[in-house]
Nanobody, 128 residues
């Protein structure tokens, strides 16, 4: 079992920044790949980015590449999502997810079905 607790969402103007965080407990964080997904109003859950267990390999959705950065601190059991140059279309509930079956990034990393554990989500609202 793993528990993921998300914090750090909020309301920001377009062009601003936010840094949601996800605390992971119940599993050895250094053995799991982690990811962020989001769900915009009226849409399905969308992959944002992922990171392998060491933090040396990452993957991003085209819509956020160059603006968002995923990092992890295994000593603190935390994963972060630095979001810069935010746009109104980034408005969504953001979720972190853990894949304990694999510690690496693959083509499956973008699929919700890859992940067994999910945080509760945090609302990010970007005003124009």
């Amino acid at each position: 079992q793993a528990q993921l607790v998300v914090s750090g969402g909020g309301l920001v103007h377009a062009g601003g920044s936010l840094r949601p965080a996800c605390a992971v407990s119940g599993r050895t964080i250094s053995s799991v790949a982690l990811a962020w997904f989001r769900r915009a109003p009226g849409k399905g859950r969308e992959f944002v980015c992922g990171i392998n267990r060491s933090g040396l390999s990452t993957v991003y959705a085209d819509s956020v590449r160059g603006r968002f950065t995923i990092t992890r601190d295994n000593a603190k059991s935390m994963v972060y999502l630095q979001m810069n140059s935010l746009k109104p279309e980034d408005t969504a509930v953001y979720y972190c997810a853990a894949d304990p079956g694999r510690g690496y990034i693959s083509t499956s990393s973008t699929k919700t079905t890859t992940y067994d554990y999910w945080g509760q989500g945090t609302q990010v609202t970007v005003s124009s």
